[in-house]
């Protein structure tokens, strides 16, 4: 059973840039993958972006080509670096593990990412 830690959240005007991190109890080489969801207010809870063992990336339409979804194994940490920033990217951000053998998903505890226009 894996734990996930998560921070680097905060506040940050338009255009500006913020580093999330997820560290997990145990070595990352051996969950199948890992990312983060947000849930703004008012709306559905969204995927953001995604990284498979394999180093396949996904990300939501609202994220790509901002969002940089990245892992370092030896640190068992994913990383998502957000630039350019938006007002709309205001939320709390949950970051998540999939281990697929076992059929479970883990979460972090949450860390709010609030934009300023």
């Known amino acids: 059973q894996v734990q996930l830690v998560e921070s680097g959240g905060g506040l940050v005007q338009a255009g500006g840039s913020l580093r999330l991190s997820c560290t997990a109890s145990k070595s990352i080489f051996r969950i199948d993958a890992m990312g983060w969801y947000r849930q703004a207010p008012g709306k559905q809870r969204e995927l953001v972006a995604r990284i498979t063992n394999g180093g396949t990336t996904n990300y939501a339409d609202s994220a790509r080509g901002r969002f940089t979804i990245s892992r370092d194994n030896a640190k068992n940490t994913v990383y998502l670096q957000m630039n350019s920033l938006k007002p709309e990217d205001t939320a709390p951000y949950y970051c998540?593990?999939?281990?697929?053998?076992?059929?479970?998903?883990?979460w972090g505890q949450g860390t709010q990412v609030t934009v300023s226009s």
């Open positions: 998540y593990a999939d281990e697929t053998t076992w059929a479970t998903r883990a």
